[in-house]
């Protein structure tokens, strides 16, 4: 015959899941909110030609995606990303007469940048701008994925969980005894991070100025970026004597 296995001893009983009065529970939310530097900085590129022969339009995007990926290699480190997200050629329709007749193509080369450099960022984006039939969009701030400021908001947000339990605790008279939970409840789509949005056009030249003068770098401020975290802790706590 087995033996009866011993009592349970009131430490490692599972607790009630609401608390009881002799193991009280205390549930609190811990918040963070930091306001730090980007990281990295995102600009879109479209490479644009036109022409009344398909072949042309096509050798001539060639040619103008070349200059403008050369261009960003120049900056060697300073580009950590680069990537062609997409390319399109597409026949203009002549609006007169029965038949399809090709008025024209359009081509379309989007290239995807990703900069480290701050520094260079506003040099590259002049003299992208500066290119013919360029666009530039962004910069678009951010933050690596991996970023040190995501695990330090985490870590103040517990802190502050951890806190304000303890001065509930001491306000009756108590302390707490132990951790039950701890719930990471921040929500990325709640609080996103601060991105911003500008497209840069080619600078007008001055007055005077020669064909092969470079229009000066523009002067782009970083945006600083809202970083936030939330957790969820429940503890036990001594009774208080009420």
Request: aromatic share 2%; net charge negative; hydrophobic share 35%.
């Amino acid at each position: 015959m087995a033996p009866n296995p011993p009592p349970a001893s009131p430490h490692n009983q599972p607790a009630a899941p609401y608390g009881t009065p002799d193991t009280p529970h205390i549930t609190v939310r811990g918040r963070a909110h930091l306001e730090v530097d980007p990281e990295l900085a995102r600009i879109h590129i479209t490479v644009n030609a036109r022409g009344a022969d398909r072949r042309d339009t096509l050798t001539d995007l060639t040619r103008r995606n070349t200059l403008a990926l050369d261009l960003l290699k120049t900056h060697g480190d300073a580009v950590e990303h680069l990537a062609t997200s997409a390319l399109t050629i597409t026949p203009e329709l002549g609006r007169h007469g029965r038949g399809e007749r090709v008025r024209a193509y359009h081509g379309h080369v989007h290239i995807t940048a990703e900069l480290t450099d701050f520094t260079a960022l506003g040099e590259l984006t002049t003299a992208l701008a500066d290119l013919e039939l360029t666009r530039v969009d962004g910069p678009w701030w951010t933050l690596r994925p991996d970023s040190p400021a995501h695990r330090t908001a985490r870590r103040q947000a517990v802190h502050e969980a951890v806190q304000r339990a303890r001065e509930y605790a001491e306000a009756l008279d108590t302390a707490l005894a132990a951790l039950l939970e701890l719930a990471d409840t921040d929500d990325e789509d709640t609080h996103p991070h601060t991105l911003t949005a500008q497209t840069t056009r080619s600078p007008r030249r001055t007055r005077g100025a020669g064909p092969d003068d470079e229009p000066a770098p523009l002067d782009l401020e970083p945006q600083r970026q809202h970083i936030h975290a939330q957790v969820t802790a429940r503890f036990t706590m001594a009774p208080p004597q009420l």
